[in-house]
Protein backbone atom coordinates (compact mmCIF):
# COMPACT_ATOMS: atom_id res chain seq x y z
CA UNK A 1 0.00 0.00 0.00
CA UNK A 2 1.36 3.37 -1.02
CA UNK A 3 1.97 6.03 1.56
CA UNK A 4 -0.92 8.83 1.46
CA UNK A 5 0.42 12.58 1.32
CA UNK A 6 -1.18 15.44 1.17
CA UNK A 7 -0.88 18.61 -0.97
CA UNK A 8 -2.01 20.50 2.39
CA UNK A 9 -2.04 19.51 6.04
CA UNK A 10 -5.18 19.99 7.37
CA UNK A 11 -4.08 22.15 10.89
CA UNK A 12 -7.02 21.19 13.11
CA UNK A 13 -5.84 17.30 12.41
CA UNK A 14 -1.98 18.35 13.84
CA UNK A 15 -3.40 18.69 17.28
CA UNK A 16 -4.63 14.93 17.26
CA UNK A 17 -1.61 13.66 16.50
CA UNK A 18 0.81 12.07 19.31
CA UNK A 19 4.35 14.48 19.90
CA UNK A 20 7.43 13.76 18.64
CA UNK A 21 9.93 12.81 20.62
CA UNK A 22 13.81 13.01 20.61
CA UNK A 23 16.19 10.45 21.89
CA UNK A 24 19.26 11.25 20.40
CA UNK A 25 22.12 12.71 22.14
CA UNK A 26 22.50 16.20 22.88
CA UNK A 27 26.28 18.26 22.94
CA UNK A 28 26.30 21.94 23.90
CA UNK A 29 28.64 24.01 22.36
CA UNK A 30 29.76 26.85 24.55
CA UNK A 31 33.77 27.43 23.58
CA UNK A 32 35.67 28.37 20.42
CA UNK A 33 37.30 25.27 20.98
CA UNK A 34 34.67 22.83 21.86
CA UNK A 35 33.36 24.02 18.26
CA UNK A 36 36.41 23.02 16.35
CA UNK A 37 36.21 19.31 17.37
CA UNK A 38 32.04 19.31 16.78
CA UNK A 39 32.76 20.36 13.46
CA UNK A 40 35.44 17.98 12.43
CA UNK A 41 32.54 15.33 13.62
CA UNK A 42 29.49 17.13 11.95
CA UNK A 43 31.85 17.33 8.50
CA UNK A 44 32.57 13.78 8.50
CA UNK A 45 29.15 13.00 8.14
CA UNK A 46 26.34 12.80 4.96
CA UNK A 47 23.58 14.31 6.00
CA UNK A 48 23.20 17.31 8.29
CA UNK A 49 19.87 19.04 9.67
CA UNK A 50 20.05 22.82 11.07
CA UNK A 51 18.03 25.21 12.46
CA UNK A 52 18.56 28.47 14.18
CA UNK A 53 16.61 30.26 17.11
CA UNK A 54 16.60 33.90 18.16
CA UNK A 55 15.74 35.68 21.75
CA UNK A 56 12.88 37.10 20.73
CA UNK A 57 11.92 40.55 21.45
CA UNK A 58 9.17 42.19 23.17
CA UNK A 59 10.22 45.75 22.51
CA UNK A 60 9.01 47.68 19.82
CA UNK A 61 12.29 48.54 17.66
CA UNK A 62 14.83 46.02 19.68
CA UNK A 63 16.61 43.47 17.90
CA UNK A 64 18.69 40.69 18.98
CA UNK A 65 21.10 38.83 17.05
CA UNK A 66 21.28 34.78 16.21
CA UNK A 67 21.08 32.79 19.35
CA UNK A 68 21.89 29.31 18.03
CA UNK A 69 22.62 27.38 15.79
CA UNK A 70 21.71 23.49 16.37
CA UNK A 71 23.01 21.16 13.62
CA UNK A 72 22.24 16.98 14.06
CA UNK A 73 22.38 14.21 11.99
CA UNK A 74 19.73 11.20 12.82
CA UNK A 75 21.62 10.31 16.39
CA UNK A 76 22.90 13.69 17.61
CA UNK A 77 22.48 17.33 17.70
CA UNK A 78 25.12 19.96 18.75
CA UNK A 79 24.08 23.28 19.80
CA UNK A 80 25.84 26.43 19.41
CA UNK A 81 25.66 28.80 21.44
CA UNK A 82 26.62 31.88 19.08
CA UNK A 83 25.78 34.47 21.74
CA UNK A 84 28.71 33.22 23.40
CA UNK A 85 30.98 32.24 20.28
CA UNK A 86 29.64 34.38 17.78
CA UNK A 87 30.64 33.49 14.21
CA UNK A 88 33.97 31.73 15.27
CA UNK A 89 36.17 30.28 12.69
CA UNK A 90 34.89 26.45 13.07
CA UNK A 91 30.91 27.91 12.28
CA UNK A 92 31.94 29.67 9.46
CA UNK A 93 34.00 26.09 8.28
CA UNK A 94 31.06 24.36 8.84
CA UNK A 95 28.26 26.83 6.98
CA UNK A 96 30.95 27.21 4.34
CA UNK A 97 31.92 23.74 3.56
CA UNK A 98 30.83 22.47 -0.36
CA UNK A 99 30.89 18.77 0.52
CA UNK A 100 28.32 18.18 3.51
CA UNK A 101 24.87 18.04 2.19
CA UNK A 102 23.43 20.74 4.88
CA UNK A 103 19.22 20.92 4.77
CA UNK A 104 16.93 23.50 6.37
CA UNK A 105 14.19 24.95 5.88
CA UNK A 106 13.37 28.58 5.02
CA UNK A 107 17.34 28.96 5.40
CA UNK A 108 18.11 31.63 3.25
CA UNK A 109 16.24 33.56 6.36
CA UNK A 110 18.75 31.31 8.35
CA UNK A 111 21.65 32.53 6.79
CA UNK A 112 20.78 36.61 6.56
CA UNK A 113 20.60 35.81 10.58
CA UNK A 114 23.68 34.19 10.60
CA UNK A 115 25.31 36.96 8.51
CA UNK A 116 24.87 39.58 10.82
CA UNK A 117 27.17 37.70 13.03
CA UNK A 118 29.41 37.95 10.58
CA UNK A 119 31.06 37.03 6.95
CA UNK A 120 31.10 33.65 5.23
CA UNK A 121 30.30 31.80 1.99
CA UNK A 122 27.60 29.43 2.55
CA UNK A 123 28.06 26.01 1.17
CA UNK A 124 25.78 23.10 0.31
CA UNK A 125 22.41 24.01 1.12
CA UNK A 126 19.18 22.01 0.45
CA UNK A 127 16.03 23.92 1.23
CA UNK A 128 12.70 21.43 2.17
CA UNK A 129 10.39 24.02 1.24
CA UNK A 130 11.76 23.23 -2.19
CA UNK A 131 12.26 19.89 -1.99
CA UNK A 132 9.04 19.29 -0.70
CA UNK A 133 7.15 20.70 -3.42
CA UNK A 134 8.50 17.71 -6.30
CA UNK A 135 6.21 15.35 -4.81
CA UNK A 136 3.35 17.64 -4.31
CA UNK A 137 3.62 19.15 -1.05
CA UNK A 138 2.41 22.89 -0.47
CA UNK A 139 2.74 23.80 2.72
CA UNK A 140 5.79 25.48 3.98
CA UNK A 141 6.18 24.83 8.06
CA UNK A 142 7.94 22.36 9.39
CA UNK A 143 5.67 21.05 11.89
CA UNK A 144 2.96 20.91 8.70
CA UNK A 145 5.06 19.04 6.74
CA UNK A 146 6.73 16.36 9.65
CA UNK A 147 2.76 15.71 10.25
CA UNK A 148 2.16 14.95 6.34
CA UNK A 149 5.00 12.74 6.18
CA UNK A 150 5.16 10.98 9.89
CA UNK A 151 2.04 11.43 11.09
CA UNK A 152 3.35 13.46 14.41
CA UNK A 153 3.39 16.39 15.91
CA UNK A 154 6.32 18.84 16.66
CA UNK A 155 5.58 21.22 19.79
CA UNK A 156 6.60 24.76 18.99
CA UNK A 157 5.89 25.69 22.86
CA UNK A 158 9.84 26.99 23.80
CA UNK A 159 9.91 28.70 20.11
CA UNK A 160 9.52 32.27 22.20
CA UNK A 161 11.87 31.40 25.06
CA UNK A 162 14.94 33.19 26.17
CA UNK A 163 17.86 31.71 24.03
CA UNK A 164 20.54 33.70 25.74
CA UNK A 165 19.90 32.88 29.32
CA UNK A 166 22.52 31.21 30.65
CA UNK A 167 21.66 27.63 31.23
CA UNK A 168 19.34 26.35 28.50
CA UNK A 169 16.59 24.60 30.02
CA UNK A 170 16.04 20.64 28.79
CA UNK A 171 12.92 21.55 27.19
CA UNK A 172 14.53 24.43 24.94
CA UNK A 173 17.49 21.85 24.37
CA UNK A 174 15.05 19.03 22.94
CA UNK A 175 12.96 21.57 20.82
CA UNK A 176 15.92 23.19 19.77
CA UNK A 177 17.42 19.20 18.75
CA UNK A 178 13.88 18.18 17.12
CA UNK A 179 13.84 21.16 14.53
CA UNK A 180 17.44 19.84 13.23
CA UNK A 181 16.80 16.45 13.51
CA UNK A 182 13.19 16.33 11.68
CA UNK A 183 15.28 18.12 8.74
CA UNK A 184 17.05 14.99 8.57
CA UNK A 185 14.49 12.34 8.35
CA UNK A 186 12.05 15.04 6.06
CA UNK A 187 15.10 14.92 3.90
CA UNK A 188 15.75 11.00 3.15
CA UNK A 189 11.89 10.45 3.59
CA UNK A 190 11.42 12.96 0.62
CA UNK A 191 14.45 11.08 -1.03
CA UNK A 192 13.02 7.72 -0.79
CA UNK A 193 9.41 8.71 -2.00
CA UNK A 194 10.84 10.17 -4.93
CA UNK A 195 13.33 7.15 -5.79
CA UNK A 196 10.46 4.43 -5.01
CA UNK A 197 7.54 6.50 -5.63
CA UNK A 198 6.01 5.32 -3.19
CA UNK A 199 3.34 7.28 -2.18
CA UNK A 200 -0.04 8.75 -3.18
CA UNK A 201 -0.74 12.37 -3.70
CA UNK A 202 -4.30 13.37 -2.34
CA UNK A 203 -5.41 17.23 -2.58
CA UNK A 204 -7.67 18.13 -0.69
CA UNK A 205 -11.20 18.80 -2.03
CA UNK A 206 -11.57 22.75 -0.76
CA UNK A 207 -8.39 23.29 -2.59
CA UNK A 208 -9.61 21.78 -5.93
CA UNK A 209 -12.52 24.06 -5.71
CA UNK A 210 -10.83 27.25 -4.88
CA UNK A 211 -8.23 26.28 -8.08
Known sequence: MKKLIYNKFDKPTIATLGRVGYKGKIVVINTPSEAETAVDYLLSQDVLGLDTETRPSFTKGKHFKCSLLQVANKSICFLFRLNYIGMCPAVARLL????????????????????????????????????????????????????????????????????????????????????????????????????????????????????
Open 96 to 211: GDEKVTKVGLAWKNDLLSLKELGEFKPGMFVDLQDMVREIGIEDQSLVKIYANLFGERISKADRLSNWERDNLKEAQMIYAAIDAWACVRIYEEVLRLMATGDYELVVREEDKQET
